[in-house]
């Protein structure tokens, strides 16, 4: 049967749902014939990515202070704690990409606030009676933000190794440090740097080597943790040598990860053979440094640039200050040059934490712990009969610090030797917070800890009488020199030489003047003991902190000096089971006014 003719109509409707359906077709897959002469995109020939920083977070999680019991406050408007780091990082993965960008800290993680001693000390990371111990909260956090790596603090090695290797063994992200090695091998004792790699569809991926390095002071501040057991190298010298191996290895982005600031100065003198702050150093002496975070000093420094001597190529650092107040932007441009990724730009800038609300994940994820720590610091453990501030202890002998004092002096001398006992016995203290306050009636575990804010031990270490003396001549380099005549002005006296209040020691147990308008080394006058003058080569007891003690600070002798006693206990608790103890805390039992400044002999309060 014939089929009838198809009028034009018919046929160009049929002809085009035809050539539709071919075409259709032809999307969803093409001839071999067709697709070997496809040819295919071109790969990207620039590409960027970034790497966020934090630094000294010291265990803030949120925005909140335990020392006063309320949000954290402070006169520029800082807020503090991951929590509010945790929104700014999700902000930026958000904007560039979740494969572009890299999460990195630089140090000082689990020591500094109440949260951090509560899971050290009362509910410990490594357990009790054989239990496993909890999570530190700083691990739960630092894993659900996805870091990827993070450089050792000096401040990890405060509650011992014990302690460290457990938080390390919490975190899902290696704790970096290339120049902590085992005493005996002088082999590295963690991981010295990882090696990232930050994928670019049809291009090889750039991989991005982190070099962690930590600070050499740990050998001085935690002796007593370390010593025959870990030893600690330059900054320079360990960069040296690994710089060069990620490069060999075919890091086409070279960063690292410093605890150490970048001033090139030491708190600790010729004590060690080592800078304390040396990543200026790092940056200026190692060829193959793209880009440095930097940490240790709690200062914010959105960008510094310094020039790598061998090569004349710039190295951007840059330290976000710290508590979570700041995060770190690295911008880093690349271009593809013979298959081979080549930085051609680096930018930094800092983030402020203010700006943003606290991520509810980690909120959800640690209320908990945050609660029970509130609950352990407004314990009470006595009461007090008069208010006890700190506020005006940087240049008066006032009552609060005589409590500290006491409480060494007391200590210390139930545990001398017979020999020993016979010496005379004094005290020396810093003011640690001006904040401050033992408040008059109930005193909670928090008002005690927020006098004496650090995780120091005790020890009694011997100095003659010539040695206290350049002791106290070196705390008095702390106070500007004001000429006698001139109206003395307590918002610029201190801190001079860029010494700090936590570097700043008082004595108790002898008497002295402090005159402000001698030149340093010339202003300890009147120095007695017992009403009497003390005598250059008369020998005293000296009961001083850890970190002092083994050379904190740089105070000259001792580091060196005999000691005559040495505990593990920390002071600050020492503190708390005094007012325990006692049940009432009464400045009338401890205080005595036995410093004071002075202008040319005239008291100057």
């Given at each position: 049967?014939?089929?009838?003719?198809?009028?034009r109509?018919?046929?160009?409707?049929?002809?085009?749902v035809?050539?539709?359906?071919?075409?259709?077709?032809?999307?969803?897959?093409?001839t071999?014939?067709?697709?070997?002469?496809?040819?295919?995109?071109?790969?990207?020939?620039?590409?960027s990515?970034?790497?966020?920083?934090?630094?000294?977070l010291?265990?803030?999680?949120?925005?909140w202070?335990?020392y006063?019991?309320?949000?954290?406050?402070?006169?520029?408007?800082?807020?503090?704690?991951?929590?509010?780091?945790?929104?700014?990082?999700?902000?930026?993965?958000?904007?560039?990409?979740?494969?572009?960008?890299?999460?990195?800290?630089a140090?000082?993680?689990?020591?500094?606030?109440?949260?951090?001693?509560?899971?050290?000390?009362?509910?410990?990371?490594?357990g009790?009676?054989?239990?496993?111990?909890?999570?530190?909260?700083?691990?739960?956090?630092?894993?659900a933000?996805?870091?990827?790596?993070?450089?050792?603090?000096?401040?990890?090695?405060?509650?011992?190794?014990?302690?460290?290797?457990?938080?390390?063994?919490?975190?899902?992200?290696?704790?970096l440090?290339?120049?902590?090695?085992?005493?005996?091998?002088?082999?590295?004792?963690?991981?010295?740097?990882?090696?990232?790699?930050?994928?670019?569809?049809?291009?090889?991926?750039?991989?991005?080597g982190?070099?962690?390095?930590?600070?050499?002071?740990i050998?001085?501040?935690?002796k007593?943790?370390?010593?025959?057991k870990?030893?600690?190298?330059?900054?320079v010298?360990?960069?040296?040598?690994?710089?060069?191996?990620?490069?060999?290895?075919?890091?086409?982005?070279?960063?690292?990860?410093?605890?150490s600031?970048?001033?090139?100065?030491?708190?600790?003198?010729?004590?060690?053979?080592?800078?304390?702050?040396?990543?200026?150093?790092?940056?200026?002496q190692?060829?193959?440094?793209d880009?440095?975070?930097?940490?240790?000093?709690?200062?914010?420094v959105?960008?510094y640039?310094?020039?790598?001597?061998?090569?004349?190529?710039?190295?951007?650092?840059?330290?976000?200050?710290?508590?979570?107040?700041?995060?770190?932007?690295?911008?880093?441009?690349?271009?593809?040059?013979?298959?081979?990724?080549?930085v051609?730009?680096?930018?930094?800038?800092?983030?402020?934490?203010?700006?943003?609300?606290?991520?509810a994940?980690?909120?959800g994820?640690?209320?908990?712990?945050?609660?029970?720590?509130?609950?352990?610091v407004?314990?009470?453990?006595?009461?007090?009969?008069?208010?006890l501030?700190?506020?005006?202890?940087?240049?008066?002998?006032?009552?609060?610090?005589?409590?500290?004092?006491?409480?060494?002096?007391?200590?210390?001398?139930?545990?001398?030797?017979?020999?020993?006992?016979?010496l005379?016995?004094?005290?020396?203290?810093a003011?640690?917070?001006?904040?401050?306050?033992i408040?008059q009636?109930?005193?909670?575990?928090?008002?005690?800890?927020g006098?004496?804010?650090?995780?120091?031990?005790?020890?009694?270490?011997?100095?003659?009488g010539a040695?206290?003396?350049?002791?106290?001549?070196?705390?008095?380099?702390?106070?500007h020199?004001?000429?006698?005549?001139?109206?003395?002005?307590?918002?610029?006296?201190?801190?001079?030489?860029?010494?700090?209040?936590?570097?700043?020691?008082t004595?108790?147990?002898?008497?002295?003047?402090?005159?402000?308008?001698?030149?340093?080394?010339?202003?300890i006058?009147?120095?007695?003991?017992?009403?009497t003058?003390?005598?250059?080569?008369?020998?005293?007891?000296?009961?001083?902190n850890?970190?002092?003690?083994?050379?904190?600070?740089?105070?000259?002798?001792?580091?060196?000096?005999?000691?005559?006693?040495?505990?593990?206990?920390?002071?600050?608790?020492?503190?708390?089971?005094?007012?325990?103890?006692?049940?009432?805390?009464?400045?009338?039992?401890?205080?005595?006014?036995?410093?004071r400044?002075?202008?040319d002999?005239?008291?100057?309060?």
């Amino acid at each position: 049967m014939p089929v009838p003719p198809l009028n034009r109509r018919e046929f160009v409707k049929k002809s085009a749902v035809t050539g539709a359906a071919v075409a259709v077709a032809g999307t969803v897959a093409a001839t071999p014939a067709q697709a070997a002469h496809r040819k295919p995109p071109k790969p990207p020939r620039t590409w960027s990515f970034s790497i966020l920083g934090t630094t000294d977070l010291h265990s803030h999680v949120f925005d909140w202070d335990y020392y006063t019991d309320a949000a954290y406050q402070d006169s520029k408007g800082n807020s503090v704690g991951v929590a509010r780091v945790a929104t700014l990082v999700k902000q930026q993965r958000a904007a560039k990409g979740e494969d572009r960008v890299l999460l990195v800290d630089a140090g000082d993680i689990i020591q500094g606030t109440s949260l951090a001693y509560y899971y050290a000390r009362v509910d410990p990371i490594v357990g009790t009676g054989g239990k496993r111990g909890p999570k530190h909260p700083m691990a739960i956090a630092m894993n659900a933000m996805r870091y990827d790596a993070a450089a050792l603090g000096n401040h990890e090695f405060n509650y011992g190794i014990e302690t460290l290797r457990r938080f390390e063994e919490q975190c899902h992200f290696p704790l970096l440090g290339a120049n902590a090695l085992d005493a005996k091998t002088l082999r590295p004792a963690f991981q010295p740097y990882t090696v990232k790699r930050v994928r670019v569809p049809g291009a090889p991926d750039i991989k991005v080597g982190i070099l962690g390095l930590t600070n050499p002071g740990i050998a001085l501040w935690d002796k007593d943790n370390v010593a025959g057991k870990m030893a600690f190298t330059g900054l320079v010298e360990q960069a040296k040598k690994y710089v060069p191996r990620m490069r060999a290895l075919g890091c086409d982005v070279v960063f690292l990860t410093d605890h150490s600031g970048l001033d090139g100065s030491s708190s600790y003198g010729d004590e060690l053979p080592y800078v304390e702050n040396a990543s200026n150093l790092v940056a200026q002496q190692v060829p193959g440094i793209d880009a440095i975070l930097v940490g240790h000093t709690h200062t914010e420094v959105s960008s510094y640039t310094v020039t790598n001597t061998g090569t004349g190529k710039d190295v951007v650092l840059s330290e976000p200050y710290c508590y979570g107040m700041r995060l770190t932007v690295f911008d880093f441009e690349l271009e593809l040059v013979h298959g081979q990724w080549k930085v051609t730009s680096t930018k930094a800038q800092t983030l402020n934490s203010n700006t943003v609300e606290e991520d509810a994940e980690i909120t959800g994820l640690l209320t908990a712990d945050h609660e029970l720590v509130v609950k352990y610091v407004n314990t009470p453990v006595g009461t007090c009969t008069a208010d006890l501030s700190a506020a005006e202890a940087c240049w008066k002998d006032v009552p609060v610090m005589d409590f500290i004092h006491q409480v060494q002096l007391a200590t210390v001398a139930t545990g001398l030797s017979t020999a020993d006992a016979a010496l005379p016995l004094i005290s020396v203290a810093a003011p640690f917070s001006r904040t401050a306050d033992i408040p008059q009636g109930d005193v909670t575990i928090r008002d005690v800890a927020g006098l004496y804010i650090y995780d120091n031990t005790l020890y009694g270490k011997k100095l003659t009488g010539a040695q206290l003396k350049d002791y106290l001549e070196y705390a008095a380099k702390y106070y500007h020199q004001v000429p006698a005549g001139t109206k003395v002005d307590t918002a610029t006296l201190t801190n001079a030489n860029s010494f700090w209040d936590y570097m700043y020691d008082t004595a108790a147990g002898v008497s002295y003047d402090i005159d402000i308008a001698q030149p340093e080394g010339s202003r300890i006058k009147n120095l007695s003991y017992a009403g009497t003058p003390v005598a250059d080569g008369q020998v005293f007891v000296v009961a001083v902190n850890n970190y002092r003690a083994n050379g904190g600070s740089g105070y000259p002798h001792i580091a060196a000096a005999d000691i005559a006693y040495s505990s593990t206990n920390e002071i600050r608790q020492l503190m708390i089971d005094y007012v325990t103890a006692k049940g009432s805390l009464d400045p009338a039992d401890f205080a005595a006014a036995n410093w004071r400044l002075t202008q040319d002999g005239t008291p100057v309060f």
